[in-house]
């Protein structure tokens, strides 16, 4: 209020007309930091720790409507890690020879994993762009997380490596001009909310820059491939199955399993044999076939389109042992959650203790009650598998 009234004094117009408040920031436990209790963080401190753009992203990735900011250094160190993430993302440009190229178009590029990576940034900086216009900076900011560590460096980057490490120049080239250009993307999207590193990877990724990055233009989507959309993320749902089933069931990464599909479209037959090898490297298999009938016995059963995937674990494992594992973990799940629900039903707890304690407790039920799902899940596909 003081400044809107000293600008409209002193300069005859009103300085601003949106005003945006942000949450408190409180301690990890949500207590309000005072110096008495001790629990006040520096952000000095942090920044000294972590680096600037850890914290402000980390405060612009909590800064939901109406929550307060529960401020842990653990999630500070995260959003380091995502820099150190985007560091590592331009080290693989660089030993690459993905550089930006300034005559590439994005629109007429032809290789089916290109075309899927330019659309979704496309979407991911609409998405952010929306999100920034609401003043939803949290949303904007997990947005362009979720796009830069999964799809860009978890996924893309891995269907990259065969494709520059084979023999076909044209497709190579594209893919190299497509990476780097993917990344200077990226750096755009981000540096609203991590200004320092994007600006010298900005920098450094190019021999030559026409401008800085504070002062380039927003990017704006240039394709729309349906085909290929549903190609590339029928092909990140397979390998999301296959690996999520080993690890819920403890198969060892260094076995390779066997999988079957049964009622697979002509469509998806397809994609399967173009993205084979892909598959098979990714997913750690040692065979990947198509099947008239259902596998009987020895395998789980999961579903990814219209085809049932039988994945050949119980050949791999000690099944005893990891049934009195997941049976272990559920009992002991099930009473620590009737326990914490117990609590929670209680009135006088409810009433008397502090907000930010009844709080906690719900979201370590709900954090539990997650967790305990997925080993009821995992020992039903078990059983089934017999």
Known sequence: ????????????EVPFKDVYIHALVRDEHGAKMSKSKGNVIDPLDLIDQYGADAVRFTLTAMAAQGRDIKLASNRVEGYRNFATKLWNAARFCQMNGCTPNKTFDPASVQHPVNRWII??????????????????????????????????????????????????????????????????????????????????????????????????????????????NEEMDWLVQMISTIRTTRS???????????????????????????????????????????????????????????????????????VAAEKARLEKEIANLDKIIGGKEKKLSNEKFINNAPKEVVETERQKVAEMSE????????????NKAL
């Open 1 to 12: 209020a003081r400044m809107m009234m000293m600008g409209i004094h002193f300069m005859g």
């Open 119 to 228: 659309g979704k940034v496309g979407d991911v900086a609409a998405e952010v762009a929306q999100s920034i216009d609401q003043y939803r900076f949290n949303e904007s900011a997990n947005a362009i997380y979720g796009f830069s560590w999964g799809t860009f460096c978890d996924w893309y980057l891995e269907f990259t490596k065969p494709i520059l490490g084979g023999s076909d120049e044209a497709a190579i080239a594209e893919t190299k001009d497509t990476t780097a250009w993917v990344f200077d993307q990226i750096l755009h999207i981000l540096h609203p909310m991590m200004p320092f590193i994007t600006e010298e990877l900005w920098e450094s990724m190019a021999d030559e820059r026409d401008m800085q990055l504070i002062s380039a233009s927003w990017p704006q989507k240039h394709l729309d491939d349906k085909d290929a």
């Open 248 to 318: 819920e069931l403890n198969v060892p990464g260094s076995v390779k399993l066997n999988v079957f599909l049964h009622g697979a479209s002509d469509v998806t037959a397809q994609r399967l044999e173009r993205n084979f090898d892909l598959i098979q490297r990714m997913a750690r298999l040692d065979k990947v076939e198509l099947v008239d009938q259902p596998v009987a016995t020895g395998c789980v059963q999961e579903v990814v389109g219209e085809a049932t995937v039988f994945i050949n674990v119980v050949d791999h494992m000690d």
């Open 371 to 382: 967790k305990n799902a997925k080993f009821k899940e995992a020992l039903e596909r078990l």
